[in-house]
């Protein structure tokens, strides 16, 4: 399969990476060349402009930032014009009304869309065990099943394009749930002169515990972001476009809007672009 990848960040570039190397041939984009470049290496065809790369490519897999991002490398007359008959597949977390847009645009300019939005990060593209699920037709469903198999064991079809999107945004509040609570509990764990070790040995005996808690810990203890998973930037994006989203139904959302000034007191601090682990910065300043 030829595959456009536009979007060499964390995530596109080792995506783009996994499907070069389990055979398909891949060209990519990024909005910043010298990013992608490394990725030659691997066999990968690197162009300057979106368009080259979607040109030949039986499916442009979309890796981006955001909605906004989007729009500046598909929404441009040049990448409109070469996408008739070509499937877009949106893997970045998105909005399910952004999505629903992007679809009516693509679908305007003759091509079609489907969503593919992906739990799991860099290792889990590299080992091709993300959890991707699919918004989108069964028909669409099965035509790409050869591109979510190599990123994944088990796609899903979560329903029509817009599930997976909210889906994706559900599991994403975990996320920023998740590790708000356990940097509050080892704060308090750390400040009160308790082992950090008994602390962690009963978490995970009981039914409190997540794994993101042992993978995250060694970051917290040593106050070190460096080489992101995910960023603080990101995490951000996601509790706005879940907060945006819960707004239109009855929910009390006031457990993660206390969440969105940590993220942003943390971004005030330089940490945007460090693995989103830093909020530990703004919830256990160092004294
Ligand atoms: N990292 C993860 O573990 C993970 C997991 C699941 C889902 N996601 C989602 O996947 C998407 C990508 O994540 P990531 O971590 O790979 O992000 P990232 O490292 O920040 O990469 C963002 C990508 O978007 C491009 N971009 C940003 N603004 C742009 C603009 N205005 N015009 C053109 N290109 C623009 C960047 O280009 P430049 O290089 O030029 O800046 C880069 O290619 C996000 O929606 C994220 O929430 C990420």
């Known amino acids: 399969m030829t595959i456009a990848v536009l979007g060499t960040g964390l995530l596109g570039y080792a995506i783009a990476e996994r499907l070069q190397s389990v055979g398909h041939q891949v060209t990519v984009y990024n909005r910043t060349a010298a990013k992608a470049l490394p990725l030659q290496a691997c066999g990968i065809t690197v162009v300057t402009r979106p368009e080259q790369a979607m040109a030949q490519a039986d499916c442009v897999v979309l890796m981006l930032a955001d909605a906004a991002a989007i729009h500046a490398v598909l929404l441009t007359p040049a990448s409109l014009a070469v996408l008739r ?21 693509i679908e305007k ?21 993300l959890l991707v699920m699919v918004g989108g037709t069964e028909e669409q469903f099965t035509q790409w099943a050869p591109l979510f198999r190599s990123l994944s064991r088990e796609p899903r079809l979560i329903g029509p394009v817009g599930k997976a999107a909210s889906l994706k945004l559900a599991l994403n509040q975990l996320i920023a749930a998740e590790i708000s609570a356990f940097a509050l509990s080892l704060g308090l764990v750390q400040r009160a002169g308790v082992p950090v070790d008994t602390f962690m040995a009963i978490l995970r005996e009981s039914a409190l515990f997540a794994p993101s808690f042992d993978k995250k810990l060694p970051r917290l203890l040593t106050r070190n972001y460096l080489h992101p998973n995910f960023s603080t930037n990101h995490l951000l994006k996601d509790v706005a ?43 256990n300043p160092k004294v």
């Open 85 to 105: 008959d070509k499937t877009v597949i949106q893997m970045g977390t998105i909005a399910q009304k952004e999505s629903l847009a992007l679809q009516a645009e």
């Open 241 to 283: 476009l879940f907060l945006n989203e819960a707004s239109g139904y009855e929910l009390t959302t006031s457990s993660l809007e206390g969440i969105k000034p940590v993220l942003e007191r943390t971004i005030a601090q330089g940490l945007g672009e460090a693995d989103y682990a830093s909020l530990y910065e703004t919830i």
């Open 109 to 129: 300019a003759g091509g079609s869309y489907c969503e593919a939005p992906v739990l799991g990060s860099i290792a889990e593209a590299n080992a091709g065990t």
